[in-house]
């Protein structure tokens, strides 16, 4: 594979540029010598790969061959900030890691302050904050839905799906200011009570949302261009999904039982009655399937918990500064997209020594390799919507 | 019934024409008639793409819940003139390494093939450029023009992508014309003709004379196949692999700016029409006013004239189009061929036998 085409003039004969071959491919050669091989890199600036995912593919014509992923386009050191601010300062720095969990991502912080420092959540902070994660899962997965229609061609499902998120996330907005990067949860419950008319908009959310699933269906489920686009496509094992790390819908949808919701619950998700929907296939309609069932189970957490929403203190006493004890501390959470965990090692003072965040997205995309083998260029395209990534989230 | 018209040598004989020639001696009244033809259909090619272009801007947004554009004019009449002159006064980009002749070339043929069908179809008893004798072929012959500006657009912009999107759109349309060849040869079949006029004057009668209905059942059928093929020999979606945004960020298009970008999605629009055009020649009774064997009724609908009865059936073709592409999620390219290799082809091939032995055996008379 020449640098340049051969139709382009070579302005210096005397040093031609050596033949291009990008890093980072590990398997051998297709082998039947009949075709020519050739690499297309694909993003950061590409529609498809949501955000600025880059990725470099072999290609055999439209075969996928192998693909390198290349992270770090939107690093922006956030694990190295976080060390040079409180803890409070940091919980507004998990909602730009994953701009979609961005309540999960503060919740699993706060999960580790409070459980390090022993802060007690009153009743009504937790019914917030269960309902407000659960709000954020459903919308975050409208939005994945909206875009996985855009990625198989079908456009109108993309803003069927930001229409049904718009209530969602002006529910957000009334009540912390801001509609993408939220910030809301604080140690002990949150910055502020919701209003008045939280559990009246919840409720609207649940009664509009129900009818506008079975939509979803119609228009996009049921198809059979979108069946064929991905049934049996992508398919991943359990075994290697394990392996990988995978978490969230798309370890689910290989079949293995894992919600951190009922398995490892945290706050008060043991108190809500709700089904894990599984996959068999682990193909990608089997993620999109899962997705769609756990828009659904989240509206019943809902329900419930609309019904069940009590009065009183929103947050227990607040103090003036958090200093985490000395020694190493640990909470997870399950985002929309999966296990998203917080380490930190802290050194008694009001700043980590340390923070690591486990991202849920970064061990998901590196199961790409295992998924697009044998199949099409339109293939990969269906394969990274169903992992349904998020590039800061991987980055930081 | 009205009366079959006259053959006539030349077809221009509506009000102008004859003007022309009462004034003109024959050489010189048939370039005037000719020159003035050519005028008409390319404010015709000018005017279509505007048209569709708000059309499409408009339907496509009320499929998707919102208004689409609101600003430019009384509800975005004026968008696609603001669209055109962007598009005019942007800089058109040829990339490092591009073939340049090639690079610009491209762009022109689609735009040419379009025309060029455009020529023979008959928008009313006096209204079409010429009526070919072979009418149908020189479609077929024109529209396969248009891959070459697709693949050459692949081919020149030295682009991976741009080369994608050739070499899908090559065996995309191909495979594709054979089918609509078939239907459009059903449809010879049947009418006994390959001029586009006669085509229409076959179909002459209330609607259930139209091909649609005439060949029962089956028509129906060849209609619904001849809108599939056409989707996808005109690269739109859900067919449109060619450009593939989600895949190919932009497929041919990808390297191209400002007017030659324009000439593409000119083109486009146009080979739209001239698709919706087709199919109301073909299975719809063209320029024929629908009839329904109520007196009161058919007087009334005879009254429009036929060139809008044309262009109201040819948009609702169009319609169709529109509502195929903002609902349908794109196959993969090689599901496309299947369909086409593995399924409309061996219905197309059926439904001509059948044609064949419907004639054959009296059950349709041409």
């Known amino acids: 594979m020449p640098a340049v085409s051969s139709r382009a003039p070579i302005k210096d004969t005397t040093c031609a540029a050596p033949p291009m071959r990008p890093a980072g491919f590990i398997r051998s050669p297709a082998g039947d010598g009949l075709t020519d091989e050739y690499f297309l890199n694909m993003g950061p600036q590409h529609p498809s790969t949501h955000g600025v995912l880059r990725l470099v593919l072999r290609l055999d014509g439209e075969n996928i061959l192998e693909v390198v992923p290349h992270l770090g386009y939107v690093h922006r050191g956030i694990e190295k900030i976080g060390e040079n601010q409180t803890y409070i300062q940091n919980i507004h720095l998990t909602d730009r890691l994953d701009y979609l969990s961005a309540h999960s991502n503060n919740l699993c912080l706060c999960l580790a302050m409070e459980k390090a420092l022993d802060i007690g959540v009153p009743e009504r902070g937790e019914y917030i904050r269960v309902m407000v994660c659960e709000l954020q899962r459903i919308q975050s997965h409208l939005l994945w839905w909206g875009v996985m229609g855009m990625d198989m061609g079908a456009i109108t499902a993309f803003l069927y799906g930001f229409k049904e998120r718009e209530p969602i996330t002006n529910i957000f907005e009334e009540m912390c200011g801001a509609r993408l990067t939220m910030n809301f949860f604080r140690p002990g419950g949150s910055a502020m009570d919701v209003p008045d008319t939280f559990i009246p908009r919840v409720r609207g959310v649940i009664a509009h949302l129900k009818p506008a699933l079975d939509e979803y269906h119609t228009l996009l489920s049921n198809n059979v261009i979108f069946q064929a686009r991905t049934k049996g496509i992508g398919i991943l094992p359990a075994a290697s999904a394990l392996a990988y790390g995978c978490s969230g819908p798309v370890l689910r949808g290989s079949g293995v039982n894992l919600d951190l919701r009922r398995h490892f619950p945290y706050s008060i998700y043991d108190r809500f009655d709700f089904d894990i929907p599984l996959g068999q296939a682990g193909d990608c309609y089997d993620r999109y399937l899962i997705r769609l069932e756990e828009m659904a189970q989240s509206l019943r957490i809902l329900e419930q918990a609309a019904a069940a929403f009590p009065t009183g203190p929103y947050r227990s006493k607040e103090k003036a500064q958090y200093r985490l004890p000395r020694g190493s501390h640990y909470a997870q959470v399950e985002t929309s997209r999966g296990l998203f965990g917080v380490y930190i090692v802290a050194d008694g003072s009001a700043k980590p020594y340390r923070i690591k965040y486990r991202s849920p997205s970064f061990a998901n995309l590196m199961v790409i390799n295992e998924l697009v083998r044998g199949h099409k260029l339109a293939d990969l395209v269906a394969i990274i919507s169903t992992l349904d990534l998020v590039i800061p989230d991987m980055d930081r | ?366």
């Open chain 2, 1 to 366: 019934m009205p009366q079959p018209m006259p053959p006539a040598a030349f077809p221009v004989t509506n009000f102008l024409g004859d003007l022309i020639r009462a004034h003109f001696a024959p050489p010189m009244s048939d370039l005037l008639n000719g020159l003035l033809a050519i005028m008409a259909l390319l404010a015709v090619v000018a005017l279509t793409p505007i048209c569709l272009i708000w059309l499409e801007r408009k339907v496509c947004a009320h499929f998707q819940a919102r208004l689409g554009p609101m600003r430019v004019g009384w509800h975005g009449l004026m968008q696609p003139l603001a669209d055109g002159i962007k598009l005019l006064f942007k800089e058109v980009l040829k990339p490092e390494g591009a073939d340049t002749f090639l690079f610009f070339l491209a762009p022109i043929l689609p735009a040419t093939a379009s025309f060029l069908v455009l020529t023979v179809i008959p928008f009313d008893h006096h209204f079409q450029v010429t009526d070919l004798d072979a009418g149908v072929l020189f479609v077929i012959a024109a529209s396969g023009l248009n891959i070459f500006g697709v693949l050459l657009a692949g081919w020149a912009s030295n682009n991976k992508y741009s080369l994608l999107g050739g070499i899908r759109s090559g065996a995309q349309m191909l495979s594709y014309e054979i089918s609509l060849a078939l239907i459009m040869l059903l449809v010879v079949l049947l009418s006994g003709t390959a001029s586009l006029r006669e085509i229409v004057l076959t179909q002459q009668g209330t609607v259930l004379d139209w091909w649609i209905c005439k060949f029962p059942g089956f028509g129906a059928l060849a209609f619904i196949m001849f809108l599939i093929s056409s989707t996808a020999e005109l690269n739109r979606g859900p067919f449109d692999m060619v450009e593939a945004e989600s895949e190919l960020t932009g497929g041919f298009t990808t390297e191209y700016s400002g007017i030659s970008f324009a000439m593409f999605f000119l083109a486009e629009f146009v080979n739209m029409f001239a698709s919706a055009a087709l199919a109301t020649t073909f299975f719809l009774g063209g320029f024929l006013a629908p009839r329904f064997g109520l007196a009161a009724l058919d007087g009334l609908l005879a009254s429009v004239p036929g060139v809008l009865w044309f262009f109201l059936k040819s948009y609702g073709v169009i319609l169709c189009f529109m509502w195929f592409r903002w609902t349908f999620p794109r196959p993969r390219v090689d599901q496309l061929m299947a369909l086409e290799w593995k399924i409309m082809l061996p219905i197309n091939l059926g439904l001509l036998t059948l044609g064949g032995l419907f004639l054959g055996l009296g059950w349709i008379a041409p």
